[in-house]
T-cell receptor, first 111, second 116 residues
Framework: DAKTTQPPSMDCAEGRAANLPCNHSTISGNEYVYWYRQIHSQGPQYIIHGLKNNETNEMASLIITEDRKSSTLILPHATLRDTAVYYCIVNSPSGTYKYIFGTGTRLKVLA | DTEVTQTPKHLVMGMTNKKSLKCEQHMGHRAMYWYKQKAKKPPELMFVYSYEKLSINESVPSRFSPECPNSSLLNLHLHALQPEDSALYLC???????????????FGEGSRLTVL
């Protein structure tokens, strides 16, 4: 079973911040949170990952709660090209390689 | 080179055919993966190879046969498939397992398979 739960869909106005939540209440101490997105009919694309500190890169920011049971991916200024399915995955990079995708959130950015 | 290359991009086969999907990466990654994705569903893990040895088989039917002939190449041999096996097959790789690394998966664009 997937270790994460996400809302099935969200809309966001172009230019506004998109905040995508993920619950991972059974996360263990050595597991990271990874975010990927999949634009229609393409392979999933890595966005960002983190362990317990907030992370930011050129694509997005990742906010992880202090208890690590949930996280939020933030796209600061969403564009139409950000319309995609966003997946949150938890796994340990030094453990098994069972990267299990949950159902994801289908983000639609509206003009 | 940070690409995972999958061929063919599209494949149509009959239920009695034998075909193969190919995946190649030149990033020095020693873990390689096959995922299956049906329409509007998340990718489902099928197989994982670690250092060219099969480490995970998610109870995949034997009509799917993976092969990892070397550290850069991953094949998926297909035989006697059913129409319900029609899907997008995704290959991925990740940096060396068991070492300090980001655990990031690098995906190819997939091979879209149609079984008639």
């Amino acid at each position: 079973d997937a270790k994460t739960t996400q809302p099935p869909s969200m809309d966001c106005a172009e230019g506004r911040a998109a905040n995508l939540p993920c619950n991972h209440s059974t996360i263990s101490g050595n597991e990271y949170v990874y975010w990927y997105r999949q634009i229609h009919s393409q392979g999933p694309q890595y966005i960002i990952h983190g362990l317990k500190n907030n992370e930011t890169n050129e694509m997005a920011s990742l906010i992880i709660t202090e208890d690590r049971k949930s996280s939020t991916l933030i796209l600061p200024h969403a564009t139409l090209r950000d319309t995609a399915v966003y997946y949150c995955i938890v796994n340990s990079p030094s453990g098994t390689y069972k990267y299990i995708f949950g159902t994801g959130t289908r983000l639609k950015v509206l003009a | 080179d940070t690409e995972v290359t999958q061929t063919p991009k599209h494949l149509v086969m009959g239920m009695t055919n034998k075909k193969s999907l190919k995946c190649e990466q030149h990033m020095g990654h020693r873990a390689m993966y096959w995922y299956k994705q049906k329409a509007k569903k998340p990718p489902e893990l099928m197989f994982v190879y670690s250092y060219e040895k099969l480490s995970i088989n998610e109870s995949v039917p034997s009509r799917f046969s993976p092969e990892c002939p070397n550290s850069s190449l991953l094949n998926l041999h297909l035989h006697a498939l059913q129409p319900e096996d029609s899907a997008l097959y995704l290959c991925a790789s990740s940096p060396n397992p068991g070492t300090t690394n980001t655990g990031e998966l690098f995906f190819g664009e997939g091979s879209r398979l149609t079984v008639l």
